[in-house]
């Protein structure tokens, strides 16, 4: 409808980012680490369809890619902020030796299970910043 009134395309991917995109990336990292792959699918497939009809552009992050800056990000607001509400799940790492500077900081990291390798946030974030 947009389009038809004249509405350039850079206005129209903004109205696409500020709408779709941000509905569908709200609050992403609880929610799609337990999505089935069929979801992710049908997501990226929606992804897929707005790019070829010119509402997000060709060199736009992808899904997995949109989902894993949001863990990140929340991630570092979780461990750089000591009163963030969050901070109660991370609990402390007492270390006799001095070991090189971790992305986690002094937080001991959680025991993986294969039911929550993917689903929880928390096990999720400190293994990928572990490395």
């Known amino acids: 409808m ?16 500020a709408t779709l995109l941000a509905k569908i990336t709200y609050a992403s990292s609880a929610w799609h680490g ?9 997501l990226e497939s929606l992804l897929k369809r707005c790019r070829r009809l010119g509402y997000y552009g060709r060199d736009e992050p992808t899904l997995s890619e949109l989902f894993n800056e949001a863990d990140v990000r ?3 607001r979780v461990i750089n902020n000591p009163e963030y509400v969050l901070q109660q799940f991370l609990t402390e790492r007492h270390q006799t030796y001095n070991l090189r500077r971790r992305p986690h900081g002094n937080k001991t ?11 929880d946030f928390f096990i999720r974030a400190m293994y990928k910043h572990s490395y």
């Open 74 to 76: 929340l991630f570092n």
């Open 109 to 119: 990291l959680m025991e993986k299970t294969p039911s929550l390798n993917e689903q």
């Open 2 to 17: 947009l389009r038809v009134h004249g509405i350039p395309d850079e206005s129209l991917q903004e109205v696409f980012r």
């Open 34 to 42: 337990m999505c089935l792959a069929e979801d992710h699918a049908k």
